[in-house]
């Protein structure tokens, strides 16, 4: 169950993140604006910021100062933004609709679309790199190593890639799983573990627990998606509905079916709890957010 | 003129690049291999290498590691190479020959060349945060920043989406400069920025000479780029020859007429020498390097 008390965490964490990425975008009246309007356009008022969420949640864990949280999850949402931009493009997904909007090819044009996924994840390595109060250069480098290797060939981009060529392919469960650990999963523990490294030095063990933690996320995160993609209709998600399904992609609920699929769901946040037991009362915003991430409905 | 010692090193240097490049890039046996296979060919056996020699050159300098510089120049080319594979895609020039080969989306498919473009962009981040030897954690956390900088919506990014607002447009000789600072000349600045970075410390005074070098360095480069884009023939280039003329995009040549862009060219090359003149002997392979540059035929 999610308590009201998350609720007021949730909605002011999403309210700072938008005026932080309202900060840290390029001004659209500044040259070149038709870029600088589409980056702001694909990035913000979107979404349910889950992966700044989860940056912040794990940053109270450690202590960490909530102006560096909110940097980092403007940069991660960055990333996930730029994502979105490329995937929906004719040549990807085709998508016409985002989150209850044109897609971006669609307002700005391809080239337009391309450009600004570009400048996008740029923008997000710029945001990491720039000094944070209280945080060593050293781990912040790591920062930086943590969000590329997510992001990159063996991360978000590779899982990309692995979806790209199973279009009609027969995925078993395992491979399906590998494909989303990368696809979304990467970036959904680069989240957890950059909050993470903004305060208290953790010990290894802490921070394989967190990463427990977040895998598990990740891939509930997904699994939920698909059960929701299912039995939702276009108006209430915002995207176009049964999209994976038309697309002949395999799903959860394509190999699983519908009622083992939510089961399994159960199954992860269970997981992600145990994984996590360790920390105590400190971390309550995590497993608030882990309820909010299985149990939601949009 | 160009000396037959500078030849020598810069064909080490290209050699010894292209070992960093494959080294650094994924394996193109390991999954998702298609993926890796279109980095890969986006970025080896190609071009002349020239940010990466001037990475090596500004940190010679400096007595910077030329393994560090290496790594440096490896990810810098791979920031050039993904813009090149995004900017040949049919959204935007729609080329389908690059450096003699047929262009990343001609070969891997247009969604294929999308997500190369992105991993190695992401890929480059990575590589220039991977701790470097004997470079302390907050000058390489600028290197990050520096890098990102350039390539973005105030840099590279940004200057590709000038161009792209451009087409057709008659853009005044101030504008077009604006355009090409951004568009090529934030990279090359970052090239030797970054290489002077890797090595003894600069008095603020240097890094500017510095960066007026490359500043006038960039703008050489897409001049001379355009004047032989004018005389130019498809074979000898390796690239589709007069294609920004036919698609109607003001050049140095289409501005201020052959004789005077190739008078321009010169002109910058002497107000780049003059810039470095100070630093004497050590930066003779900054200067070769701007010979090499001017008075290349390809």
Chains 1, 2 share one sequence.
């Not at 999209?243 to 939510?262: C, H, I, Q, R, W």
Request: with cysteine.
């Amino acid at each position: 169950m999610v308590h009201e008390s998350f609720m007021g965490w949730m909605t002011g964490i999403q309210q700072q993140l938008e005026s932080t990425l309202e900060h840290c975008l390029p001004g659209s009246q500044i040259e070149p604006r038709q870029l600088h309007q589409a980056m702001r356009y694909a990035t913000l008022e979107g979404g349910k910021r889950v992966r700044p969420l989860l940056v912040c949640a794990a940053g109270d864990l450690v202590g960490a100062s909530s102006a560096n949280l909110l940097r980092i999850g403007a940069a991660i949402e960055m990333i996930h933004a730029y994502s979105l931009v490329h995937d929906d493009m004719p040549c990807m997904d085709n998508d016409v609709l985002r989150r209850g909007k044109p897609t971006c090819h669609v307002a700005f044009g391809e080239a337009g679309a391309l450009l600004t996924g570009d400048a996008l994840q740029t923008l997000a390595f710029e945001l990491v790199s720039r000094p944070l109060d209280g945080v060593d250069a050293a781990t912040q480098l790591a920062m930086v190593r943590t969000l590329a290797h997510a992001s990159g060939h063996a991360g978000m981009a590779g899982g990309q890639a692995i979806d790209l060529a199973s279009v009609g392919v027969a995925l078993s469960l395992p491979e399906l799983e590998y494909m989303h650990l990368l696809k979304t999963g990467a970036l959904i523990r680069a989240s957890v573990l950059l909050g993470a490294m903004a305060g208290r030095p953790l010990a290894d063990e802490e921070t394989e627990r967190l990463d427990r933690f977040a895998k598990c996320m990740g891939l509930a995160f997904q699994v939920v998606d698909d059960v929701l993609d299912c039995e939702a209709d276009t108006a209430t998600l915002g995207k176009t509905a049964g999209k994976d399904a038309a697309n002949d992609k395999p799903t959860y609920v394509s190999l699983m079916g519908f009622a083992e699929a939510k089961r399994f769901a159960q199954e992860l946040r269970e997981e992600a709890f145990a994984a996590i037991e360790g920390f105590g009362p400190s971390a309550q915003r995590l497993k608030d957010l882990a309820d909010y991430i299985v149990d939601r409905s949009f």
